[in-house]
């Protein structure tokens, strides 16, 4: 199983930051995990931030459940993350990564991830 996540390095305050997750070698659409986004800002411990379910349910952080949505493309083996009006708190590695249980609040709850992506938010 590998993932792979993908995305702009840099977004502007105020803009939406778009990043995908490609899966291989498993299916998110009937494979019974919670496909998640989680993310470390620089210094500090990680942070998830929603997931999505094979049957494309979804759950979201309460902290950034307005400004969130997680989605997927069935055909592509992919699901996506946007998170709107960033504000330089935003700045952090963004990973996916398929987990047990809705909320991740360890590592021992998940046992594949992306490697990574660093997003800015500046202007």
């Known amino acids: 199983v590998q993932l792979q996540d993908s995305g702009p390095g840099l977004v502007k305050p105020s803009q939406t930051l778009s990043l995908t997750c490609t899966v291989s070698g498993a299916s998110i659409t009937t494979d019974y995990y919670y496909w998640s986004w989680i993310r470390q800002p620089p210094g500090k411990g990680l942070e998830w931030m929603g997931a999505?379910?094979?049957?494309?349910?979804?759950y979201y952080s309460p902290s950034i459940k307005s400004r969130t949505s997680i989605a997927r493309d069935t055909s592509k083996n992919q699901f996506t993350l946007q998170l709107s009006s960033v504000t330089p708190e935003g700045t952090a590695v963004y990973y996916c990564?398929?987990?047990?249980?809705?909320?991740?609040?360890?590592?021992?709850?998940?046992?594949?991830w992306g490697q990574g992506t660093q997003v800015t938010v500046s202007s």
């Open positions: 990564a398929r987990a047990y249980t809705i909320v991740v609040r360890s590592t021992r709850e998940t046992d594949y």
């Open positions: 999505i379910t094979n049957s494309g349910s979804t």
